[in-house]
């Protein structure tokens, strides 16, 4: 590990000794030099090509948590995420085409097309339409709409219940144009321009128009009232989040609290400058963050701030996203809870951050054109259902219960991570965990948690 982390610092990746990849200060993905023209031979296996391994950016997160790319011979780039919970290792898809929150990147959303032509040509079966609409690894159309039918689980709101969408006697050609790119009649829609992006194709597009035209009412009764995402229970609560037996991430404050004492490389620990005891020498620190820090010139979360000051005071590393600093950065909020959130968003530093995090939630990225803003704010899905979430709502506070036990995976999240993770339904390659722009997302949802007390650490399905 020691070994991987000075290659790091020194600005250089290898990977598995394949071969090695330079790394340069921030640069977006869109900017990364042209790669050669494919040159593998056709009888060439797959198993065979070994991608070069690339480095986004200059970060302090764990390998994982900088989503480095494996780049093939003929220019695919696939990104490498985390091997646990939800992520899957290496993303399945290339995503790169795709404009996203890294602030240099300049690729503009995908334009409306001028023009769209239902083909006259193709016929519509509505059988292999219903599945196409419920497939879960395409849409699903089911996160966000309604349809008859006890297979369908769990269906979500964000969009209108379409149970009997074809009594509405809406024009064919019309249902084709909001399928392909709804922004012709919604400039500000939550739906994804399925055929614009090429999500779906144009004869997919015409099973889905006659699958949603044979919707005729009246419905059967409903026998689970769950199924329907307008009548289905939210779900409350999850306990006592500072109960150990309830939550484990309680327990991992014990690791955090012997590292405190542990001196590095440099001769020093924690408690050498900060006296033995954190949870009364820190608190009223976290609730503080993230917020600029004149020294890095950025914003900065405690989890960011960590990265830099543990090997700058101790000797020892703290990267973004690992265990060590998982731990203190629950300790360190957990010496504040009670306190009140109180984020800087008033200084012109801060305010100049907080105003580029608001611009990056309301920014449309990714395959599926998705704005955060899309997902959490009241007027699109947030406090609805995408698929059996209930979303929540970003400017009734999201934050104060970071790092979070995710009781579905067994570990802990903190935020960053949450939002790598909100990545998937962008349709977007994560940015590294400690990027500059997270950083100034965060600051804009904490601002929303002004006022209210920490509680950390948190816990949520
Ligand atoms: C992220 C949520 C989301 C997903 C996923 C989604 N939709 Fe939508 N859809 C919406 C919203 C929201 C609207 C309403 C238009 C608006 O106000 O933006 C809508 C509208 C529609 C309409 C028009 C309804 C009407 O009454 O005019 C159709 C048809 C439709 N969607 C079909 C689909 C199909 C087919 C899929 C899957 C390929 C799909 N939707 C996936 C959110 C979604
Ligand atoms: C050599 C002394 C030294 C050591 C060792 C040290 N710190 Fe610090 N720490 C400081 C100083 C000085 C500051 C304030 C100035 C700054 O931000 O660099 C500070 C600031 C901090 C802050 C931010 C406080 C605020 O109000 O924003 C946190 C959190 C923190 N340290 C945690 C730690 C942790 C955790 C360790 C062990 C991994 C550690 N420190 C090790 C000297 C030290
Ligand atoms: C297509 C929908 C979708 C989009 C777009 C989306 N998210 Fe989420 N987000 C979710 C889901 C699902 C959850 C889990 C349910 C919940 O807590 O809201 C979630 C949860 C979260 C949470 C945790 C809330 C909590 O209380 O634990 C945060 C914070 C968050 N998202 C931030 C973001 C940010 C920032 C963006 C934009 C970069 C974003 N999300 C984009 C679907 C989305």
């Known amino acids: ?28 993905m869109g900017d990364l030099p042209p790669e050669a023209p494919p040159t593998a031979k056709p009888e060439a296996k797959p198993a065979e090509v070994k991608p070069r391994i690339i ?13 480095d790319f494996q780049v093939y011979p003929d220019g695919k780039k696939l990104q490498i995420r985390y091997k646990g ?21 300049k690729t503009p959303e995908p334009p409306v097309p001028e023009a769209v032509k239902m083909p006259a040509d193709l016929k519509g079966d509505p059988a292999k339409g219903r599945k196409l609409f419920m497939d ?11 349809i008859p039918g006890e297979d369908v689980w769990p269906a979500g709101n964000i969009g209108p219940d379409l149970s009997t969408y074809g009594d509405l006697n809406r024009p064919e050609s019309y249902t084709y144009e909001i399928i392909y790119d709804a922004r012709k009649y919604f400039p500000d829609t939550a739906m994804p321009p399925w055929g614009t992006t090429g999500l779906f194709k144009p004869e997919e597009i015409v099973h889905l128009v006659a699958f949603l035209h044979s919707l005729k009412g009246p419905l059967s009764p409903e026998k689970d009232p769950n199924r329907n995402p307008n009548t289905r229970a939210k779900p409350v609560g999850f306990g006592d989040n500072l109960d150990p037996t309830n939550n484990p991430a309680v327990l991992l404050m014990d690791d955090a609290k012997d590292f405190w004492g542990k001196k590095g490389p440099k001769g020093k ?44 005071t101790t000797g020892m590393e703290m990267l973004v996203e690992s265990q060590e600093n998982l731990n203190m950065s629950i300790l360190l909020k957990y010496a504040s809870n009670g306190l009140r959130v109180q984020v800087d968003t008033m200084s012109p530093e801060a305010r100049a951050a907080y105003e580029r995090g608001k611009a990056g939630f309301f920014k449309r990225v990714g395959q599926r054109n998705h704005a955060c803003a899309d997902c959490h704010t009241p007027d699109k899905g947030g406090g609805k259902f995408l698929g059996g979430r209930l979303l929540v709502i970003a400017s009734e506070g999201s934050t104060k219960h970071f790092p979070t036990w995710r009781t579905n995976f067994g570990v802990v999240w903190d935020i960053r991570k949450r ?30 948690d002004n006022g209210k007390p920490l509680s950390v650490p948190g816990i949520r399905h």
């Open 419 to 448: 939002m790598q993770w909100c990545m998937d339904p962008l349709g977007m390659h994560m940015l590294p965990a400690d990027a500059v722009e997270y950083a100034e997302l965060e600051l804009y949802l904490t601002a929303f």
């Open 55 to 67: 480095q986004q950016r200059a970060s302090k997160a764990t390998p994982e948590g900088r989503g």
């Open 1 to 28: 590990m020691r070994r991987y982390h000075a290659l790091v610092v020194a600005g250089l990746v290898l990977a598995g000794g394949i071969e090695a990849g330079s790394v340069g200060t921030a640069r977006s």
């Open 269 to 312: 620990s924690c408690a050498d400058c900060h006296t033995a005891d954190p949870e009364k020498s820190m608190r009223g620190v976290a609730p503080k963050y993230p917020k600029y820090l004149a020294k890095y010139q950025r914003v900065m979360s405690i989890e960011d701030f960590l990265s830099r000051h543990a090997p700058e």
């Open 136 to 146: 879960r690894e395409r849409a699903p159309c089911t996160g966000c709409h309604l």
């Open 85 to 105: 919970g939800p992520f899957g290792g290496v993303a399945k898809a290339d995503l790169s085409p795709w404009r996203t929150y890294d602030y240099a990147n």
